[in-house]
T-cell receptor
Framework: NAGVMQNPRHLVRRRGQEARLRCSPM?????VYWYRQLPEEGLKFMVY????????ESGMPKERFSAEFPKEGPSILRIQQVVRGDSAAYFC????????????FGQGTRLTVV | AQRVTQPEKLLSVFKGAPVELKCNYS??????LFWYVQYSRQRLQLLLR??SRESIKGFTADLNKGETSFHLKKPFAQEEDSAMYYC???????????FGAGTILRVKS
C-alpha cells in the first residue's frame, strides 16, 4: 500500500490561473480530508469528502475553492483565479469508514502563487 | 468552539534532557486528542492518541480534563526526536481534526 499520494508536490501558478491539486487515498479508504497550512500556522481543516459526496465543507473559502471525490479517480482540490494569499501547503488525509479509525496523511502540495 | 493551543513555537533541549510539549484544548464535548509528528521532509504521522494510552518512542501524553491539557512528555530526549509536533482534537464526526499551530522540537547534542 503506497500510502496517500498527493501530486504535484510543488506547484507554481501566476495570479489569476487555476490550481488543481490531486489526492489519491490509500486503498480501501473512502474518506478524504483536505487541510491547508499557511506560513507560521497549523493545519486548518477545509473539507471532508466521501465518494461522490461532500460531507463537511465548513473550512472552505466561499469563493474560488471547490473539491470533489469522484467514484473513480483521485480527489481534486481546485482553486480558481489564484491570489498570493492562496500560497500554502495543502495536505490531504484519508481514512477507512468508521469512527475510531486513523487518518493517514499525504506529503502535501506546496502551492506558490507568483 | 473547538480550539487547540500549542504555546511554544520552538522548544530546544539537550540530548538526555526531559521534554514536555504543551497542548491545551477547548471543546464542549468529550474530547479525543492526538499527537502527530512530522520529521524533516516526511509526511505527518500519528504519534499517539489518548484513548489508546500507548507509549510510542518513549513519548506519553495524559489527558487532564480539569486543566484541559494533553501535554506530550518524554523523560530523555534523543536527537532523532527533532521534528515538528502537532496536537490535534477530533471533531464531531469522521476524522475531521482541529490542529494546534505546532511546536518545533530541537534536540541538541
Amino acid at each position: 500500500n503506497a500510502g496517500v499520494m498527493q501530486n504535484p508536490r510543488h506547484l507554481v501558478r501566476r495570479r489569476g490561473q487555476e490550481a488543481r491539486l490531486r489526492c489519491s487515498p490509500m486503498k480501501g479508504h473512502s474518506h478524504v480530508y483536505w487541510y491547508r497550512q499557511l506560513p507560521e500556522e497549523g493545519l486548518k481543516f477545509m473539507v471532508y469528502l466521501q465518494k461522490e459526496n461532500i460531507i463537511d465543507e465548513s473550512g472552505m473559502p466561499k469563493e474560488r475553492f471547490s473539491a470533489e471525490f469522484p467514484k473513480e479517480g483521485p480527489s481534486i482540490l481546485r482553486i480558481q483565479q489564484v491570489v498570493r494569499g492562496d500560497s500554502a501547503a495543502y495536505f490531504c488525509a484519508s481514512s477507512p469508514p468508521g469512527q475510531n479509525t486513523e487518518a493517514f496523511f499525504g506529503q502535501g502540495t506546496r502551492l506558490t502563487v507568483v | 468552539a473547538q480550539r487547540v493551543t500549542q504555546p511554544e513555537k520552538l522548544l530546544s533541549v539537550f540530548k538526555g534532557a526531559p521534554v514536555e510539549l504543551k497542548c491545551n484544548y477547548s471543546y464542549s464535548g468529550s474530547p479525543e486528542l492526538f499527537w502527530y509528528v512530522q520529521y524533516s521532509r516526511q509526511r505527518l504521522q500519528l504519534l499517539l492518541r489518548h484513548i489508546s494510552r500507548e507509549s510510542i518512542k518513549g513519548f506519553t501524553a495524559d489527558l487532564n480534563k480539569g486543566e484541559t491539557s494533553f501535554h506530550l512528555k518524554k523523560p530523555f530526549a534523543q536527537e532523532e526526536d527533532s521534528a515538528m509536533y502537532y496536537c490535534a482534537l477530533k471533531g464531531e464526526y469522521g476524522n475531521k481534526l482541529v490542529f494546534g499551530a505546532g511546536t518545533i522540537l530541537r534536540v541538541k547534542s
